[in-house]
């Protein structure tokens, strides 16, 4: 295993059963995600990135295989050390936002580490910086019905990042936006991947397949490619577009 790898599997396997019949979404993937990487996920519908996104996220376990995180073997974990992995050591940024429509944005923001516990004061400091930090300081007193998609997802992954996660994990995340705030979006997380955050994209989106610094593409639960991408775009610019 590389030393380098945050995220690390090896023969993973996930097997559904339904009813009299098994489907098997995945089949033995091998990756290795390195720290800093950016890498686009992509495939056709079916192909497993979904499945994989769950297991890279400790939202399901693997029916087989090893998949180690930053050193520890998460296939192993029970119940409660994949909560604490995930709280803790991911962020998570999802095609429809999620965020909760009566909490203003700075309150969204602070929610991870309300679950965490943390003081009031620590936990609003930590949010006003990453609101600024998406370029949305003068947005945290707003909720989300008073902000356009972009503004909302920008508010999504700053509450991804509060927690300072070692991956942050986005699915479809310009699903539902228009080209012009896709774009805004991209500029974002191309200045996250300048900042040395790694990123791990599962999108249909081919500007994301044009824009990351790896492609990993599935078909029928296997890895097809896996293709580093030279000469890609890094903007390390926060704040510097309008909002959208």
């Known amino acids: 295993m590389s030393a380098m790898a945050v995220l690390h599997l090896r023969g993973v396997t996930k097997v559904y059963h339904m009813g009299s019949v098994d489907v098997r979404a995945l089949n033995g993937i091998d ?9 686009g996920i992509m495939g056709p519908s079916g192909s497993g990135k979904t499945t994989l996104m769950e297991i890279l996220g400790c939202l399901s376990r693997p029916t087989d295989g090893a998949y180690t995180f930053s050193g520890e073997r998460v296939d192993r974990l029970d119940d409660g050390g994949l909560a604490l992995l995930r709280g803790q050591r991911i962020g998570f940024v999802f095609q429809t936002f999620n965020l909760l429509p009566r909490l203003t944005a700075i309150e969204n923001v602070e929610l991870p580490l309300l679950y965490r516990r943390t003081p009031r004061r620590e936990r609003r400091r930590a949010a006003v910086e990453m609101l600024d930090r998406v370029g949305l300081g003068s947005r945290a007193a707003h909720r989300p019905n008073e902000m356009s998609g972009g503004e909302r997802q920008r508010v999504a992954i700053a509450r991804a990042l509060v927690n300072q996660p070692a991956v942050l994990l986005a699915d479809e995340p310009t699903g539902n936006l228009d080209s012009a705030t896709g774009e805004t979006i991209l500029e974002l997380f191309e200045a996250l991947h300048h900042d040395g955050q790694t990123l791990v994209l599962v999108t249909h989106d081919p500007r994301i397949g044009e824009r990351v610094g790896r492609v ?20 390390p610019r926060f704040g510097d577009h309008p909002a959208s």
Request: proline residues 0%; without cysteine; negative net charge.
């Open 31 to 39: 990756l290795d995600i390195l720290d800093g990487d950016y890498v």
């Open 216 to 235: 990993v593409r599935l078909r029928d639960g296997v890895v097809e490619s896996d293709q580093r991408r030279t000469g890609i775009s890094k903007d």
